[in-house]
């Protein structure tokens, strides 16, 4: 289907076609009401006649739409129109982490992978911090923008697509080189999954391969369950061990062992950043089970001790009531041995297969609402957390988890998890302007807002301090609310100490101060000695200025002498003689002036050519006349003026 020219939600102008996806294509689009360019990711056909996988589409979006940070690309809106299924996100200018590992043909820097890293996991924090798991963290999805910055996208889609029976024509959505083990085997995924799946990112960064490989997904699969990768250190000796151990301890297949969140996998790749080969990262293989049997031992053994002196005085009376009612004991015995056999056998029947009922969807719903209908229904029902919303009233579900699917069973005893609203919460915009970017950032959170830095140049505002803020001081907000400032990070144009050229030849001087970043114009100026030498320059050695900055050279030039030829040509001047007759009334008197000098009056026979040479500077105007007087009336009887410029020509003919 062409989508070039469609409007969709009566917003947004698909422009262009910009990527395409496993799962959809992704257009460049106008949003008419902001007047800004956004990107649009619209499902592709095969996955909207799974009406089970949009829903958890929608949802899910709805979801990641509240996550607001500079790692992760922003979601605008979802929508759908005429069967078509879309997202509305932020357009983002750049190329994928999977196109620059495969441009590179090779490892990458460690410390550019390290920062990347960084950015991810930060990401990856917010996100888990949110009850948000990606699943499907692989280069693909990370987009590094124009100015380096690292971009995770898709977040929550992932989730959508794991918990449908869509198989993209039997194509598994998302990549295998990158999944879990528990992933792999389709088990339980959380925030560790994804660290596992950051850990691939990062063995392919630094080693330019992902570390299991094979023909099949399924070949992959098995590997990611069953072998241990080939440490990357050993493919890049170059790799720093503290940056092997982290990759290392986040590919381990016990979970317990990995890192148990994103916060801690922060705090050693910012740790590693400044002590590469130090020994802070805990990598040992604990023995579990021993563990938990101490702990077990430790905690219940007393309680244990207690309890059997208890029972060795209760056991002491019942005995003796046995003795005192032999008959009557023994009917009992048989009775409550039926009752402990029907009631266990029943027991064990509930407890290991209970029965289900159908997910009730709460979000929406006032607390005590919400909580009869779970608990109508024999499940348990549990506040997770309470936040500030501006959309949700005080004291209604804002979400649930699990996430409500039209005729999706779970087990009576299960527990939903509700995020409840605390309401409205506003708050008064600090001015933030002129402070430097910590002193913002502290003002933003005691005013229960957050900041989003965007850094830019300025050649008025020093670098580190906040250039503006894009919501007006003392305005009221909504706490929570994401306040975007401009912090200037200098004039961001490299300064250049200019160096001394004075006696220089120009060409040397050009040379220099060019290949300092410096522009260069020149001024010539008459001399008689040192031609092309550098006498003056504009801005003083050892000045510091903005790169590109234009200084003037003042050059000697000494102008060169020139000559010119001045022919006459006698004998076609005056006609009517021939070379035999030399007589003397063929005599003439040749008078030659320059520039209204006389320079010479010669007697010339009319048979032969007169040529006299005269010389100046080079690019000297010259006006030459010259006179032909006959000796014998004395009357002119020739007259003519040229124009020579020294240098452009040799010789000048008057005829």
């Not at 692989?138 to 923008?145: E, F, V």
């Not at 220089?504 to 522009?519: D, I, M, P, S, Y």
Request: net charge negative; proline share 3%; aromatic share 6%.
């Amino acid at each position: 289907m062409i989508l070039e020219g469609k409007m969709l939600g009566n917003r947004y102008e698909i422009i262009e076609k910009v990527g395409n996806g496993g799962m959809a294509t992704v257009y460049r689009a106008e949003d008419k009401v902001l007047k800004r360019n956004v990107a649009v990711k619209v499902l592709k056909d095969e996955f909207t006649t799974d009406e089970e996988f949009i829903k958890r589409f929608e949802i899910e979006a709805q979801s990641a739409a509240r996550l607001t940070h500079p790692n992760i690309v922003s979601i605008y809106d979802v929508g759908s129109e005429d069967n078509l299924y879309y997202i509305v996100m932020e357009l983002i200018r750049g190329k994928t982490l999977k196109e620059i590992i495969v441009e590179e043909r090779g490892p990458l820097p460690w410390k550019w992978s390290v920062n990347v890293a960084i950015q991810i996991a930060s990401a990856l924090e917010m996100a888990h911090k949110n009850n948000i798991i990606h699943r499907d963290i692989k280069p693909h999805n990370i987009i590094i923008t124009e100015d380096g910055i690292a971009k995770v996208t898709d977040f929550g889609i992932a989730k959508a697509v794991s918990n449908s029976t869509i198989t993209a024509f039997g194509t598994t959505i998302g990549s295998v080189h990158y999944f879990s083990p528990e992933h792999a085997r389709g088990g339980y995924t959380d925030a560790k999954s994804d660290l596992y799946s950051l850990g691939v990112v990062m063995y392919e960064m630094v080693t330019g391969r992902v570390p299991f490989d094979a023909d099949t997904p399924v070949s992959v699969a098995l590997k990611h369950m069953q072998e241990e990768p080939e440490e990357p250190i050993e493919l890049n000796p170059n790799l720093p061990s503290a940056v092997n151990r982290i990759i290392m301890k986040a590919l381990k297949k016990d979970t317990t062992l990995r890192y148990q969140s994103a916060t801690d996998m922060l705090a050693d790749l910012r740790q590693a950043l400044k002590n590469p080969n130090g020994d802070f990262v805990d990598d040992r293989d604990y023995d579990v089970t021993a563990k938990t049997q101490k702990i077990n031992t430790d905690l219940y053994g007393n309680i244990e001790d207690e309890n059997n002196k208890r029972n060795e005085k209760q056991d002491n009376k019942f005995v003796a009531f046995i003795k005192r009612h032999k008959v009557l004991s023994s009917f009992i015995g048989l009775v409550l041995l039926f009752a402990i056999a029907l009631g266990g056998t029943l027991a064990y029947l509930n407890i290991t297969n209970p029965p289900e009922v159908e997910l009730p969807e709460v979000v929406g719903m006032s607390r005590e609402e919400a909580k009869k209908t779970v608990e109508d229904l024999k499940l348990i029902f549990e506040v997770s957390s309470e936040e500030f919303n501006k959309e949700v009233p005080e004291g209604y579900v804002i979400s649930q988890d699990p996430t409500y699917i039209a005729d999706y069973n779970v087990k009576e005893g299960s527990t939903v998890k509700v995020v409840i609203s605390k309401g409205q919460e506003k708050t008064t915009v600090p001015k933030v302007v002129g402070m430097t970017r910590q002193e913002a950032e502290d003002a933003l959170e005691e005013a229960n807002l957050k900041a989003e830095v965007i850094e830019e140049t300025s050649r008025t505002v020093e670098e580190g301090y906040v250039i503006s803020q894009e919501v007006e001081a003392e305005s009221e907000a909504y706490a929570g609310d994401t306040i975007k400032i401009h912090v200037s990070k200098g004039t961001g144009i490299r300064q250049v100490t200019v160096e001394n050229v004075v006696g220089q030849t120009e060409a040397n001087a050009r040379t220099t101060l060019e290949g300092q970043g410096l522009k260069v114009t020149v001024t010539y100026v008459d001399a008689t000695t040192d031609n092309g030498k550098v006498t003056k320059q504009s801005v003083t050695a050892g000045t510091t200025v903005d790169e590109g900055t234009t200084v003037t050279l003042t050059v000697n030039k000494v102008a060169e002498t020139k000559n010119v030829s001045v022919i006459i040509n006698l004998k076609q001047i005056t006609g009517g003689y021939t070379e035999d007759e030399e007589d003397e009334t063929t005599s003439r008197t040749v008078n030659i002036s320059v520039n209204g000098e006389t320079r010479t009056g010669v007697n010339k026979n009319e048979t032969a050519y007169s040529a006299i040479s005269l010389s100046g500077k080079d690019g000297e105007s010259l006006e030459i006349t010259v006179t032909i007087t006959d000796p014998k009336t004395g009357s002119q009887i020739y007259r003519s003026s040229k124009t020579v410029t020294l240098g452009s020509q040799d010789s000048v003919t008057f005829n």
